[in-house]
Nanobody, 122 residues
Framework: VQLQASGGGLVQAGGSLRLSCAAS????????VAWFRQAAGKEREFVAA????????FYGDSGKGRFTISGDNAENTVYLQMNSLKPEDTAVYYC????????????????WGQGTLVTVSS
């Protein structure tokens, strides 16, 4: 599956952004779709994921209570709604898809989008 991530930008602390991850060449059926992020000088970390089969969400500690991941079957797109953004959320956000056992494990995802930059100013 080919992935196209979009929606990043510059936002003030406390603001919101919605990231999109659109699939092409095939649908997300049977896959998990996740968002990871990588801040400058840091390792890539898990943010959130959803299993397409039942739309069940999973969240990393960084986004719990502030971020919502959802899938749109008709659009074949996964969204990450990010609210109450903080400067520490500044990072390049990547979407990924794959048939995974461990939904938080970066190594199990075999399709990756190009990344979209989120910058949160204080």
């Amino acid at each position: 599956v080919q992935l196209q991530a979009s929606g990043g930008g510059l936002v003030q602390a406390g603001g919101s952004l919605r990231l999109s991850c659109a699939a092409s060449r095939r649908t997300f059926a049977g896959l998990a779709v996740a968002w990871f992020r990588q801040a400058a000088g840091k390792e890539r970390e898990f943010v959130a994921a959803v299993r397409w089969s039942d739309n069940s969400p999973f969240y990393g500690d960084s986004g719990k209570g502030r971020f919502t991941i959802s899938g749109d079957n008709a659009e074949n797109t996964v969204y990450l709604q990010m609210n109450s953004l903080k400067p520490e959320d500044t990072a390049v956000y990547y979407c990924a898809a794959g048939q995974v056992t461990s939904i938080t494990s970066m190594r199990e995802y075999d399709s990756w989008g190009q990344g979209t930059l989120v910058t949160v100013s204080s």
